[in-house]
């Protein structure tokens, strides 16, 4: 997966200005999300003393998870594939031992989250998966810990993920684009609703599943905004989809969404997104500067909704109020409510037989040998805890 077309964009291209390098030669080469922190210096920690201080962190801060007993572990559940990889770690195709639910289990090394600074952005992850619920959002089932690693187990949703289906088939039709778009936006607008901005939306993260919906997956980056707080001032998301507010280091909320929105349906209509360069620098003047150019099969109702969602000016953006999104002739003919019950039948079917399929995955991942690696003793010293991140969900307990 480490290229696009040959005409399309490198995806190995933005790895030098990602989270931090990878452990593994095997990661996923594509764009790593972006980070740092204005209060630190973005290094990851090297001396004993920088990485004392990156342990020194208040695990009993209210979004880190509330203390529960663990009723559920990963001797539970026995590990089939490997479907994704990501600068933490793994994600596997699993089946719970004692009902044979198949689930996807995101493994994160506590080490890596630390080494680069995650650990907020990780507690946000579960504790935000874990309170929503969404038809376009996947759940969260149970969330748990060992020593070294954090498990996250979710719905596995096996359609594969969108930039997967762009990659091999370069372009959707519009009616298509316009079905994800739609559910797509009811997913960031329940989110926002909640105060919650996601900051990672790009194809790599938004998977379909067996009847054709989205679902978007990764909530590493996403964070809650309180309305006094207003803005947050973290230089993250991934290159090709970052505002221009975060560019600048303005201060950043939702807004921050709906450009990315924007990008990801010019992408899904040309094959690249609007603004994009090989060159991390360049793309980065495109997108403060660059002229906004549609190719003619573009529809005027498709250019005017990427003109909306594509204005530098977060204030001026189109998304803040809903109903001006709902109500754009580019979405004329949608039933949101029915789009919400997900009785919108999408015209893309993925050819999936069943939850154990795997056909719509990279054999990249599926090749591998899904091993839950050990890691080293000397790795972590006994002090780090992510106390309360143990979770069993609702439903989950029910079955
Ligand atoms: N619930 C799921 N069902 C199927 N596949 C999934 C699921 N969750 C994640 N994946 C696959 O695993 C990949 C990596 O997962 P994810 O995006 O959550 O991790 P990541 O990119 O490493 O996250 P981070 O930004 O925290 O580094 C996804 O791109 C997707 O292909
Ligand atoms: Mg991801």
Redesign the pocket.
């Known amino acids: 997966m480490g290229q696009g077309k040959s005409k399309g964009k490198d995806k190995s291209s933005s790895k030098s200005s990602s ?1 931090g390098s990878s452990s593994s030669s095997n990661t ?1 080469a594509t764009e ?2 972006v980070q740092s922190e204005p209060t630190q210096n973005g290094k990851q920690p090297t001396t004993k003393e920088e990485k004392k201080d990156a342990k020194n962190i208040d695990w009993d801060a209210p979004v880190l998870f509330s203390k529960n007993d663990a009723t559920v572990g990963k001797d539970d559940f026995e590990l089939l594939k490997v ?9 596997m ?1 699993v089946r719970k031992k004692d009902d044979g639910q198949i ?2 289990m ?1 493994v ?1 090394r506590k080490e890596a989250i630390i080494a680069r600074k ?1 650990v907020d ?2 507690r946000a ?1 579960k504790a935000i998966l874990q309170k929503i619920r969404h038809p376009f959002i ?1 759940k969260l089932n149970f969330a748990f810990q060992t020593e070294d690693k954090l498990y996250m187990v ?5 359609g ?2 969108l ?2 289906h762009l990659k091999n088939e370069g372009k959707f039709s519009e009616e298509r684009i316009r079905l994800y778009a739609a559910e797509i936006s009811l997913a960031l607008n329940h989110l926002h609703s909640m105060d919650i901005v996601y900051r ?1 939306l790009k194809p ?2 938004i ?1 379909i599943d067996s009847d054709g919906h989205i ?1 978007i ?5 996403s964070k809650e905004i309180t309305p006094e707080e207003g803005a947050t001032h973290t230089f993250c998301g991934t290159p090709e989809y970052l505002a221009p507010e975060v560019l600048k280091g303005q201060g950043h909320g939702c807004p921050v969404d709906w450009w990315s929105l924007g990008t990801l349906i010019y992408e899904m209509f040309t094959g690249l997104p609007p603004f994009y360069s090989q060159n991390i620098n360049i793309m980065y003047q495109k997108i403060l500067n660059g002229e906004l150019r549609f190719p003619d099969f573009m529809s005027p109702d498709a250019c005017d909704l990427l003109e909306g969602f594509l204005t530098r000016d977060p204030a001026k953006r189109l998304g803040s109020d809903f109903n001006q999104v709902k109500n754009h002739p580019f979405f004329k003919g949608i039933d949101w409510d029915k789009l919400e019950r997900k009785e919108i039948v999408p015209s893309f079917k993925p050819k999936v037989s069943g939850k154990m399929d795997t056909d719509q ?1 990279d054999p990249m ?1 599926t090749s591998e040998q899904a091993v839950d690696s050990l890691v080293e003793a000397s790795a972590l010293s006994g002090d780090v805890k992510f106390d309360g991140f143990t979770y069993v969900g609702e439903s989950a307990l029910g079955n």
Do not use: M, R, W
Request: glycine share 12%; charged share 25%; with cysteine.
């Open positions: 989270k996923k790593a999300p479907i994704g990889k990501g600068s933490f770690g793994k994600v195709q689930y996807a995101k994160l995650q952005h990780t992850e996947v979710l719905d596995f949703v096996n594969g993920e930039f997967f990672d790599e993260n998977l679902c997956t990764d909530f590493g980056l995955i991942f």
